[in-house]
């Protein structure tokens, strides 16, 4: 079970029932329960989308490539533009122009790591500072001497990748995050930039890590089903809650996957 806090009114919510304050030092819980849950602000979206990265994967599957006169690289990040140079020659494999890319990315400090997928194309994530809000993955055009876009991808020639990361305010939206229909399961993430390219295992590293931050995860033990049924959690989910001077729940309880409602 997840607890999301949907008032902006309740900043922190200690949910006191399911800890005795007088056996703190000898709890019952397990070890990993939570008895605290914070209000989505803005700068907690902004903090649990830190390891959201934008990716680009081209379609070009051949193990060599021509680069003889197309070798050059520029893409831009969130705050400077970059040219690279991978190795010249009429038949360069595609292991030694990611080799070539990480090289150059890393002797400039810029925030993009290449990777060679199994089916030989070449994939190209964000990193560091230029994850979440504010990223950006621009690969510049070919009029603009960007000719390595024609080895990796036959499309980005003429169109040239370009992803500017949701505002705060555009991810609240898409996730209905303000509300009692709270979504962010993983068919809402898939529709965000390039979330879909990302591998499985990357997808859940990434979603858990928003999920954790925005509506964390609460063992059902005991006292936590009793303070659902009759206590502070079921108050507090209760769309008759009067408090403040606004009626409507204060929280949300959702199933694991981030948008079933617990109750």
């Known amino acids: 079970m997840r607890i999301h806090v949907l008032r902006p009114d309740f900043k922190r919510v200690y949910l006191s029932d399911i800890e005795n304050p007088s056996q703190r030092n000898y709890s019952s819980e397990p070890k990993a329960q939570r008895y605290h849950v914070l209000y989505s602000s803005d700068e907690a979206v902004v903090a649990s989308l830190k390891s959201f990265k934008l990716t680009v994967i081209g379609d070009n599957t051949d193990q060599d490539v021509d680069t003889t006169s197309n070798n050059v690289l520029k893409i831009i990040s969130n705050k400077k533009a970059y040219t690279f140079s991978v190795t010249a020659g009429p038949a360069v494999s595609k292991s030694t122009i990611v080799t070539d890319l990480n090289m150059g990315f890393n002797n400039r400090n810029a925030p993009f790591v290449a990777t060679?997928?199994?089916?030989?194309?070449?994939?190209?994530?964000?990193?560091?500072?230029?994850?979440?809000?504010?990223?950006?993955?621009?690969?510049?055009?070919?009029?603009?001497?960007?000719?390595?876009?024609?080895?990796?991808?036959?499309?980005?020639?003429?169109?040239?990748?370009?992803?500017?990361?949701?505002?705060?305010?555009?991810?609240?939206?898409?996730?209905?995050?303000?509300?009692?229909?709270?979504?962010?399961?993983?068919s809402v993430f898939d529709s965000m930039h390039s979330f879909s390219l990302l591998s499985t295992q990357e997808k859940e590293q990434i979603r858990e890590s928003v999920l954790d931050t925005l509506a964390p995860k609460f063992i059902e033990t005991g006292r936590v089903l009793l303070s659902i049924d009759r206590g502070v959690i079921g108050k507090l989910a209760s769309s008759s809650l009067s408090i403040n001077n606004t009626i409507g729940a204060a929280i949300v309880l959702l199933d694991d996957d981030g948008v079933t409602h617990y109750l």
């Open 116 to 186: 060679l997928l199994q089916n030989k194309s070449v994939k190209i994530d964000t990193k560091d500072d230029n994850c979440g809000i504010g990223s950006r993955l621009e690969i510049e055009s070919l009029a603009n001497g960007s000719t390595l876009n024609d080895v990796l991808d036959s499309g980005w020639g003429a169109i040239p990748p370009v992803i500017d990361f949701m505002s705060v305010d555009a991810f609240k939206t898409a996730t209905s995050l303000s509300t009692a229909s709270v979504d962010l399961s993983l």
